[in-house]
């Protein structure tokens, strides 16, 4: 998987000519620094430095070529795969559906009123047709298709420009299996077909398999600033488990959860969800949390994730609190951690294209059980969003397949290696220990690859 990286310079050259359809001008594309370029890896930096963040102009500037790109490329392509001719799109403000919103430039923070979006492929190898049936342009990543002057019903414009391209199939986001696919609400359904003639009324299909298809699909701009997307979660990680976070015996663990918040908006960067930071104790069952002051001893958890450059992470690691004397991990601790990393081999050598995600997590567990482990898998897509469209591996309370999972899981996709094994430790007296683990990886098709290394070590922390 090496191979598919690129360097900034290359991805500079790959996507500036993405700017054709964007009003930036020729020079603005040479003033745009390259984003950081950092090669996959296997095993995951100790204590990472943390990549520079892009101003918020540059982000702009680089999530609109990505997006211009993405447009480009990936929408002929799936409706081409999945034989659809028309595919049509609506949000409103402030109730943007997942798609649309991941179709809205970089300026675009909502909607704005009725946002509608057409896809139409003529075929026979012409380009696909990107129309905006709304008051507002997007950034001219859309053409403008409706003058409210000349009609001022918005839904009749609609009909009338499926009318003029006749498609056979017209593909709306309906699903009751995944919300990524279920953005068309009951009330815009019956103003389009009241609008619409009966006959094309009949063409109408779900769009659930396009709408998932686009969210979970990677092109390589972005593949190839992912995983300096997620040094910047780890190297973050790295500064909340050390002591220039925590004081044992003073901090707790919701103290390292509120830093992890006050950082990331020193920084101008947004988490994704509410972290979390957790401790396991030697004589106490299952996971502290709160105001529980942090002691030697203690074996730390925490689940992190970073919306940057509107990729997302999701990373849980774990640490140790060294006690007096010590100078690593009891070695239970550290099998229990090396157990965990055997669980996410054995998951990832059962990844194929085509192969549903229930079929991973049955020959998975067969296998770890096999060896004598004690897993729980709940692997999930990563990308446009933290727990991603695509094919679920497992859930927490179900390790026995669901009716998502039978989704294929295809190339080109981001990955959330979320699982975990429990292990008897001998020196916490035999306790049973919930050995967490999140890394983010890539599927080619081939092969899968971690973004930015896994953790193969426990973190340590001095308690003196």
Do not use: K
Not at 74 to 95: G, K
Request: proline fraction near 6%; aromatic fraction near 8%.
């Amino acid at each position: 998987m090496v191979r598919r990286s690129v360097r900034g310079g290359q991805l500079l050259a790959m996507t500036a000519g993405l700017f054709c359809c964007l009003p930036v001008s020729p020079l603005a594309v040479a003033q745009i620094p390259s984003p950081p370029i950092l090669e996959m890896r296997d095993t995951e930096l100790a204590a990472p430095e943390m990549p520079p963040v892009l101003p918020l102009r540059d982000q702009a500037l680089l999530i609109d070529r990505i997006l211009a790109e993405r447009l480009d490329t990936v929408i002929p392509r799936i409706m081409r795969e999945q034989d659809i001719d028309l595919w049509l799109l609506m949000a409103r403000e402030y109730f943007e559906e997942p798609v649309v919103a991941s179709m809205l430039d970089a300026r675009s923070m909502a909607a704005r009123r009725r946002t509608i979006l057409i896809f139409f492929d003529p075929g026979e190898g012409q380009p696909v047709e990107r129309l905006t049936v709304s008051r507002y342009g997007l950034a001219g990543l859309f053409e403008p298709a409706w003058n409210p002057d000349e009609e001022s019903d918005q839904w009749q414009a609609v009909a009338d420009i499926i009318a003029q391209r006749e498609p056979a199939s017209i593909a709306i986001n309906t699903s009751d299996r995944t919300a990524f696919g279920d953005g068309m609400t009951l009330s815009q359904y019956q103003s389009l077909t009241d609008a619409l003639p009966d006959v094309y009324e009949a063409r109408i299909v779900s769009g659930e398999t396009l709408a998932v298809r686009w969210l979970e699909t990677r092109i390589q701009a972005e593949t190839a600033i992912y995983p300096a997307v997620v040094r910047t979660a780890h190297a973050l990680i790295a500064r909340a488990l050390s002591n220039e976070v925590i004081t044992p015996g003073e901090t707790t663990s919701d103290d390292v959860v509120w830093w992890y918040r006050q950082e990331l908006s020193r920084l101008g960067l947004q988490p994704w969800f509410h972290p979390s930071v957790a401790i396991q104790r030697a004589g106490h069952d299952g996971m502290l949390r709160g105001d529980t002051v942090i002691q030697a001893g203690d074996l730390l958890w925490t689940d992190f994730g970073i919306t940057y450059l509107r990729l997302n992470t999701d990373t849980q690691h774990l640490a140790y609190v060294l006690g007096p004397g010590e100078s690593e991990a009891p070695e239970g601790l550290r099998r229990g951690l090396a157990a965990t990393n055997r669980v996410q081999d054995i998951l990832i050598s059962h990844f194929e294209t085509g192969r549903s995600g229930n079929e991973v997590l049955r020959l998975a567990r067969e296998e770890a059980i096999a060896e004598g482990l004690n897993p729980s898998i709940y692997t999930h897509p990563i990308g446009l969003h933290g727990h991603g469209a695509g094919a679920p591996i497992g859930f927490w309370d179900n390790q026995n397949g669901d009716p998502r999972g039978e989704y294929p899981i295809y190339p080109d996709t981001a990955w959330s290696i979320e699982l975990t094994s429990y292990s008897s430790v001998p020196e916490w007296g035999g306790q049973v220990v919930d050995f967490r683990s999140e890394e983010n990886a890539f599927f080619d098709g081939e092969s899968i690859r971690f973004l930015d290394g896994r953790q193969t070590e426990l973190t340590l922390i001095a308690s003196e």
